[in-house]
């Protein structure tokens, strides 16, 4: 669905990604772990047209992405969940998901989804009329989800969804995830939670300085002794 | 004072004010989507005045026609300026995009001196403008009332394109955050152009009506308006539109009623506007309205 070559992307000759290489199969959960300024960010915003590469290829169902606007992209049903959530905050919850299906034109399924996201996230819909400037984080990061669905996408790309939030609402943003996830959504998803997000994930791929160092399946990632090392917060050997 | 002459003055004021918040609107516009102070809507301003000139006096075509199709004008005349100045600059540093503005409303000035002369002209005044009402012992010309009509009508339909339409959503959403409201797919260019579009129809509708009150327009003409109408755009909260418009009248009706109470101060009627705006710079830099600073991380 999604092939990445040789991706390179700098900033101000500052190399930000050297080189990387991504699939992401359709119909799976695909997930990059990988610490702070490992470049997933960056490899997402490039992917939305947002960052402009030095060299390499995107390729989204066999189009050439680098020849897209970003504006077009969810057209096509690739969307972002941007890191730090970035809802509209001077909107009411129900424009923020109003403007999430911007380009469709059917105002039927719009409403349908309208109620999928309702039945996901019970909450926004308490919410409707509030700005949602003044939701909380968790609040912001269900709106911020939800506004992404109403695009109906195919690829749905999450930049840290569980930055900053509550222990249980991230389980909650993770079941919601692989919720959608069940309802036909491909996903990539970007965590520094890389426990929670590799286990829910088919395949894993771990970043460090601009490089894929690793790539395999949530559950060999999950058992690697590198990656438990350097991500799962376990020591390698056991205490005595 | 009598009464009736303060009624007067009043009226007076109300409808200056309504002009300056029609201009002011597209600065407060402008700034609240590109954090620009788009210094050539003055000048945009002054423009509109030379296209009804041209239209009634030189073409002598009906003022009922050559007003709306003057809105249409500037418009794109706004769309233009946008397009050739600002747009090209979009990701340069914010000093840039300023100079291009200031570069941009020269552009302008000197482009109507070069184009329509220097020599101040006269603004065609229709009769239907400019008959007087009595109404007691007030004598007012049905300008007066016309000019706050229209003005009202002009800020109810710009709230209803605002808050009910789906444009008036993609304009608010890309006045916060450009980045992701084209991850949503709006397209921020043409959101960005429109919004050049009803700043400068609304300077136009401004234009007409200052035409229409002070009948002398010269390609100069647009410059003290326009930084008036900005400090009013800053009084009310530069970024608000709500702001602009009370900020308007304020200084609308205050300069009136300067003169009126302090015929001394007659002369330094310009000036209060500007120690208006160094009182709110001191006392309340984000204005009567201003938004925030402070956001939610």
């Known amino acids: 669905m999604l092939k990445i070559n040789n991706l390179v992307v700098s900033y101000g000759g500052i190399e930000a990604l050297k080189g990387i290489d991504l ?16 470049g ?23 189009k050439d992405l680098l020849k897209e606007k970003t504006q077009n992209l969810t057209r096509y049903g690739l ?38 996201v309702f039945s996901l996230f019970p909450i926004l819909k308490e919410r409707v009329w509030q700005l949602s400037g003044t939701l909380s984080g968790g609040e912001q990061q269900m709106l911020a989800v939800g506004r992404a669905l109403m695009a109906r ?30 309802q036909g959504v491909t996903i990539l998803l970007i965590e520094q939670n890389a426990n929670a997000a590799l286990h829910i994930a088919d395949v894993g791929y771990v970043m460090e300085t601009g490089r894929i160092t690793l790539k395999g399946s949530g559950k060999e990632l999950l058992t690697n002794e590198e990656v438990k090392a350097a991500y799962l917060g376990h020591s390698v050997k056991k205490v005595i | 004072m009598t009464f009736d002459l303060f009624l007067q003055h009043l009226s007076n004021g109300i409808s200056l004010g309504s002009l300056y918040a029609l201009i002011a609107i597209g600065y407060t516009m402008v700034y609240g989507i590109l954090r620009l102070i788009n210094f050539a809507h003055g000048d945009i301003f002054m423009m509109a005045t030379y296209f009804a000139f041209f239209g009634i006096v030189t073409f002598g075509i009906p003022w009922y026609i050559t007003f709306p199709v003057i809105l249409v004008l500037t418009a794109l005349l706004g769309m233009t300026v946008e397009a050739t100045a600002y747009r090209p600059l979009r990701d340069a540093p914010k000093i840039s995009i300023l100079i291009s503005a200031i570069g941009a409303s ?3 000035e000197n482009l109507a001196i070069v184009l329509f002369g220097g020599v101040p002209k006269p603004f065609p005044t229709p009769d239907v403008f400019t008959d007087v009402v009595k109404i007691g012992t007030v004598s007012i010309q049905k300008l007066t009332f016309y000019i706050p009509v229209v ?3 002009f800020l109810i339909g710009l709230t209803y394109l605002i808050n009910k339409t789906k444009v008036g959503m993609a304009m608010r959403a890309v006045s916060k955050d450009h980045e992701t409201a084209r991850v949503m797919g709006i397209n921020v260019n043409q959101i960005i152009s429109l919004t050049f579009g009803i700043g400068s129809t609304l300077a136009a509708v401004g234009g007409i009506m200052w035409g229409l009150k002070f009948p002398q327009i010269s390609p100069l003409m647009g410059v003290i308006p326009g930084m008036k109408c900005f400090i009013a755009a800053v009084i009310g909260g530069i970024g ?55 956001e939610k991380v």
Not at chain 1, 42 to 48: E, K, Q, Y
Not at chain 1, 158 to 171: H, Q
Not at chain 2, 242 to 249: L, R, S, T
């Open chain 1, 23 to 38: 699939e992401v199969e359709e119909g799976k959960i695909v997930t990059l772990v990988g610490a702070n300024g490992a």
């Open chain 1, 40 to 62: 997933k960010s960056t490899t997402l915003r490039t992917i939305m047209g947002l960052v402009k590469p030095v060299s390499g290829s995107i390729l989204y169902d066999g």
């Open chain 1, 79 to 116: 969307n972002l969940v941007p890191e730090g959530r970035r809802v509209f905050a001077d909107l009411t919850v129900l424009e923020n998901l109003k403007i999430g299906a911007y380009c469709r034109k059917d105002t039927k399924g719009i409403k349908e989804d309208l109620e999928w």
């Open chain 1, 153 to 182: 996408p195919r690829l749905l790309m999450m930049d840290e969804p569980s930055l900053g939030l509550a222990p249980l609402i991230v389980k909650d943003i993770f079941r919601i995830i692989q919720e959608i996830h069940k």
């Open chain 2, 106 to 108: 020269f552009l302008l």
């Open chain 2, 151 to 153: 003005t009202v009508i």
């Open chain 2, 240 to 294: 608000n539109i709500k702001g602009a418009v009370i900020g308007g009248f304020i200084l609308g009706v205050g300069e009136i009623l300067l003169v009126a109470f302090l015929p001394d101060l007659t002369g330094y009627r310009d000036a209060f506007a500007f120690v208006l705006l160094i009182l709110i710079l001191l006392y309340k830099p984000t204005g009567i309205m201003g938004e925030q600073i402070a």
